[in-house]
């Protein structure tokens, strides 16, 4: 798609003639200033309201650094697990290639949108882009007036949610919560792993779930189970949808297809094959099943941990409203493995912990557990991991978490 016709499908007024940062914390407001942005024939740099001065100069020297161009121009922040800023590069093609995807794949003309996630990132800005290049409805609630109960009374058609796990889980706890979540069509889950009683419990309550992967570089969704599927019995992430093709090369995952970026902003890259850092597989069935990051394995004794196999172990004991496992050095092991957990978190049942945990290999379960504040979660979802590292090696060395 045309940058002329994204700009039109918008509704931007003439744009500026210079590079734009578009940051703004109101939904109508960035839409608007981003619509207009498009317009432009100049790079689009979208930015988080919580970035600090520091972030918001560092991204516009970034912005000094590169050409503009027809190819690459609409920069959608990706933190990665480094946390530092930077940009993946899209533009109209890569844009209309994964809502084309989205549609084809669900058996949707017109995709209807709620919106909970933040407009600059990934999910949110995607969830917009399908609204709007399809001709559907789109509406953004505040996620902090769902989470408190304000429940809309009523939905746009056969509308479409999407939700990173976290969100998914404490709408789960509410009632009224959860007949609404039956209103949708097509709840999609991503933004970091689902664990296996997040996911039953979905099913439980007959929700169309679909849980996907993606990211930031693949223009979102690239696989996706879909809500039949789903209530089939299918679990994993799903088949590649028809714009992206996922294989698996040495336990890494690798995707093709017309929604990958152009490359991180200031380069601009000609390749069509991105290698994630995500360890997966492909099921007999062709499905895709994500196993975990490889930056985020521990080596513990000469033995490798996958933190998601322990934090699932962890949630399933139903003690945890959060938990994340990293990897600390440690003298004797190399690297010891450390359960983290909000410190704010309602006392445990450390049995109930320790009878969850003996389904796994002893040398997989916490050296030590630690009680975190802040605890370290971005908007979207995901654990600032480093953050949490810097955290946990100041906070004191526990043997088990508070006990009840």
């Excluded at 933190?307 to 990897?327: C, K, N, T, W, Y």
């Excluded at 003298?331 to 320790?354: F, H, K, L, T």
């Amino acid at each position: 798609m045309e940058r002329s016709r994204l700009a039109s499908l918008l509704g931007g007024s003439a744009g500026p003639e210079r590079d734009a940062l578009v940051i703004d914390a109101e939904p109508r407001n960035f839409m608007a200033s981003a619509a207009q942005a498009i317009r432009g024939n100049r790079n689009v740099f979208l930015g988080s309201p919580g970035w600090t001065q520091a972030e918001r100069d560092e991204a516009g020297r970034l912005a000094m650094s590169g050409a503009s161009g027809e190819r690459g121009w609409l920069m959608i922040p990706t933190g990665g697990s480094s946390g530092a800023i930077r940009f993946a590069r899209h533009d109209g093609e890569t844009v209309a290639a994964a809502v084309e995807g989205f549609r084809a794949h669900f058996g949707i003309d017109r995709v209807n949108s709620v919106c909970v996630l933040p407009l600059h990132h990934v999910g949110g800005f995607m969830s917009w882009m399908r609204s709007a290049l399809t001709g559907g409805v789109f509406e953004v609630l505040s996620w902090k007036e769902i989470e408190m109960g304000n429940l809309p009374a009523s939905l746009p058609e056969d509308a479409c949610l999407s939700l990173v796990p976290t969100q998914l889980q404490r709408l789960l706890g509410s009632k009224s919560a959860i007949t609404w979540l039956r209103g949708f069509k097509v709840i999609s889950v991503g933004g970091g792993p689902s664990w296996d009683e997040l996911v039953e419990s979905c099913a439980l309550h007959g929700l169309a779930l679909s849980p996907s992967y993606g990211a930031t570089e693949t223009a979102a969704m690239v696989a996706a189970v879909r809500p039949g599927e789903f209530l089939g019995g299918m679990r994993g992430c799903g088949h590649a949808m028809p714009h992206a093709r996922i294989g698996v090369v040495d336990g890494i995952v690798r995707v093709s297809g017309e929604s990958l970026f152009r490359g991180y902003f200031p380069d601009l890259g000609t390749g069509r094959t991105w290698t994630s850092h995500d360890l997966g597989s492909i099921g007999a069935d062709g499905s895709l099943r994500i196993e975990g990051r490889r930056d985020d394995v521990v080596t513990t004794g000469g033995e490798k941990v996958s933190p998601a196999e322990v934090e699932e172990a962890l949630r399933s004991s139903g003690q945890f409203e959060d938990v994340a496992v990293i990897g600390l050095p440690d003298p004797d092991w190399g690297q010891a493995v450390v359960a983290c957990y909000p410190e704010s978190m309602a006392p445990v049942n450390a049995g109930r912990i320790e009878a969850a945990l003996s389904r796994i290999a002893s040398f997989k379960r916490p050296k030590w557990y630690a009680a975190i504040s802040p605890w370290p979660r971005n908007p979207q979802g995901k654990i600032d991991r480093a953050a949490l590292a810097s955290l946990a090696r100041i906070s004191p060395r526990q043997s088990s978490p508070r006990a009840s």
